[in-house]
Structures are given as C-alpha cells and as structure tokens.
Antibody, heavy 122, light 109 residues
Framework: EVQLVQSGAEVKKPGESLKISCKGS????????IGWVRQMPGKGLEWMGI????????RYSPSFQGQVTISADKSISTAYLQWSSLKASDTAMYYC???????????????WGQGTMVTVSS | DIQMTQSPSSLSASVGDRVTITCQAS??????LNWYQQKPGKAPKLLIY???NLETGVPSRFSGSGSGTDFTFTISSLQPEDIATYYC???????????FGQGTKLEIK
C-alpha cells in the first residue's frame, strides 16, 4: 500500500526547535516530490514548499522561505519539516503530500499523510 | 503570483441537489487545476486532476470543467457523505509554486 506516515503531535514552547517527519512506503520514495501544507486552526490549506528526495532539490513558497527548512533522508524514505525557533503562530496541522505523475500537468497531490498537529504555547 | 478566487465560501444544499463551486485564476493557468475534498479531522483527498479528470475510485457524481482562468466543480446529486470542505489548487509551472483556493464549506440543509 502506498502511504505517507507522519510523526505524532507535538507541544512546544515559543523559541524551541522542532523537526517533524513524513515516511513514505509502498513506492519509490526518491522518484516523487513531497510537499508540505499548513492548515491553521479553522483555516484553509497553504502550500509551504516541496522537495525531491532523489537529489534534495527544494523549493519554498515565498511566505515560508526562511521560516522553515525542508529536508529528506532518502536512505530511510523520510522527509522532514523543521523550525529553529517556534512561534505561537506556528500552531497548526501540517500535512505532507506526494506530488503525482497523473495527467498532462503532473501538478496534483495524490497521497497525503495523516497530518501532524503542532501546538506552540507558553 | 497567481491568485485563486474560490466561491462561494460556504454552501447549504439538500440531498439530491446539484452543487457547483467555482474557482477563478488571476491569469491563464491552462488546466493546471485540481480539486480536493477535506472532511473534518481528515487529510485532503484528491478528487479531480488537470481540471476535468476523475481520480481513480472517486464517484462519478463528481466532475470538473474549465480551462484558462475559469473552473467549475460539480456534484451532480449531493449525498450525505459529501459534507466536507472543497478546495481548488493551481500550479504555476514557471515559478514552481502551488496555491490553494480559500475553500468552500458544504453543508446539508
């Protein structure tokens, strides 16, 4: 079964660092881009960035550039999203998603992780 | 940057109704447009890719159309299990950027 499994919920204090993970299985992890999407409480979906685990080519949304770091370890089929200094405004659900090769545009996300809830509070 | 305007933001309809959601891009995006369904507490699910192609396993009452700047998502006969928030998503292949619409929360009357 093709799936992305994310790490568990986190509760952190402002200023702390954090790295959450997304492990792929059931497919060639190095051959598909993995994106990260934020959903703040009660709000919509926001694309944060994307990485190609095969060569670690990474692109960021301008809104998140410099705020987070996306990385991957292809040896263990895992992508990461990390913060060096969390803020209360980082409180959100974070999803990883696999970019598909469907159709002519190959622009959709066909497999999603279950989400990781990050709560930042003093 | 390409802006996406999705409407309405919320919608109430009866079982069996035809439901339509629109998404408008600020510039021509060809068919780089996808639709997702998100049920409460769950991850989004891909329904339609490349504006009009039905994802495998998705019921045929869901459909999409459009090209360029104007896109439509339709549920031909609303079912109780369709209660969810629906999002459009576009891809700018020149800037390598993705943008989601604001979402449409669909409720049963």
């Amino acid at each position: 079964e093709v799936q992305l499994v994310q790490s568990g919920a986190e509760v952190k204090k402002p200023g702390e660092s954090l790295k959450i993970s997304c492990k792929g299985s059931g497919y060639s992890f190095t051959s598909y881009w993995i994106g990260w999407v934020r959903q703040m409480p009660g709000k919509g979906l926001e694309w944060m960035g994307i990485i190609y685990p095969g060569d670690s080519d990474t692109r960021y949304s301008p809104s998140f550039q410099g705020q987070v770091t996306i990385s991957a370890d292809k040896s263990i089929s895992t992508a990461y999203l990390q913060w060096s200094s969390l803020k209360a405004s980082d409180t959100a659900m974070y999803y990883c998603a696999r970019r598909s090769y469907y159709g002519s545009t190959e622009s959709s996300f066909d497999i999603w992780g279950q989400g990781t809830m990050v709560t930042v509070s003093s | 940057d390409i802006q996406m305007t999705q409407s309405p933001s919320s919608l109430s309809a009866s079982v069996g109704d035809r439901v339509t959601i629109t998404c408008q891009a600020s510039q021509d995006i060809s068919n780089y447009l996808n639709w997702y369904q998100q049920k409460p507490g769950k991850a989004p699910k891909l329904l339609i890719y490349d504006a009009s192609n039905l994802e495998t396993g998705v019921p045929s009452r869901f459909s999409g159309s459009g090209s360029g700047t104007d896109f439509t998502f339709t549920i031909s006969s609303l079912q109780p299990e369709d209660i969810a928030t629906y999002y459009c998503q576009q891809y700018d292949n020149l800037l390598f950027m993705y943008t989601f619409g604001q979402g449409t929360k669909l409720e049963i009357k």
